[in-house]
T-cell receptor, first 115, second 108 residues
Framework: ETGVTQSPTHLIKTRGQQVTLRCSSQ?????VSWYQQALGQGPQFIFQ???????GRGNFPPRFSGLQFPNYSSELNVNALELDDSALYLC??????????????FGPGTRLTVL | AQRVTQPEKLLSVFKGAPVELKCNYS??????LFWYVQYSRQRLQLLLR??SRESIKGFTADLNKGETSFHLKKPFAQEEDSAMYYC??????????FGAGTRLTVKP
């Protein structure tokens, strides 16, 4: 069984650019959640995808968008990057139904630095 | 607003001593609370959830709705318990709110 993987590991962008982060969910998992973790803080929920549809969103602006593919892998896109977007971005997958909560399995994260 | 507070950023205890990591929450609905742990160079992982009422690696956590707390406890800390611990609140069915975390160090 393969765990959650994320790519790239590290990324450096400049202000105003766009970035795409990728996540492959654990085998058998149909739900993916994305989190932003700033230095010294806990993860902040960005959004969740269930069977290719957004299934909940945190307090993030529309320039944070996502996709989930038929194989349940996912992308996080951030447009018009700002310095405060510098953070560790975590992806977590779970084998949950539309409601209820199953254990989330986290990936190693992508470290984004915006200069 | 939903909020999770972990008042201690750092906590240090000696091996064999009891340990309590504090977590307080604010939420008007029926809370679902979790503890996540991140060991050095490992991924964030679920430690326990309040609905399971389980003990994992000797840790327990009791939901106290009156005090809006979900403190994590272990009677005898071990060196391998040294890690970052996050309390998390699930609300609106899908959103998860994490605390800022407490770094626990267990000294030999």
């Amino acid at each position: 069984e393969t765990g959650v993987t994320q790519s790239p590991t590290h990324l450096i962008k400049t202000r105003g650019q766009q970035v795409t982060l990728r996540c492959s969910s654990q085998s058998g998992h149909n739900t993916v959640s994305w989190y932003q973790q700033a230095l010294g803080q806990g993860p902040q929920f960005i959004f969740q995808y269930y069977r290719e549809e957004e299934n909940g969103r945190g307090n993030f602006p529309p320039r944070f968008s996502g996709l989930q593919f038929p194989n349940y892998s996912s992308e996080l896109n951030v447009n018009a990057l700002e310095l405060d977007d510098s953070a560790l971005y975590l992806c977590a997958s779970s084998p949950r139904a539309k409601t209820g909560h199953n254990e989330q399995f986290f990936g190693p994260g992508t470290r984004l630095t915006v200069l | 607003a939903q909020r999770v507070t972990q008042p201690e950023k750092l906590l240090s205890v000696f091996k064999g001593a009891p340990v309590e990591l504090k977590c307080n929450y604010s939420y008007s609905g029926s809370p679902e609370l979790f503890w996540y742990v991140q060991y050095s160079r490992q991924r964030l992982q679920l430690l326990l959830r309040h609905i399971s009422r389980e003990s994992i690696k000797g840790f327990t956590a009791d939901l106290n709705k009156g005090e809006t707390s979900f403190h994590l406890k272990k009677p005898f800390a071990q060196e391998e318990d040294s890690a970052m611990y996050y309390c998390a609140l699930k609300y609106n069915n899908n959103d998860m709110r994490f605390g800022a975390g407490t770094r626990l160090t267990v000294k030999p």
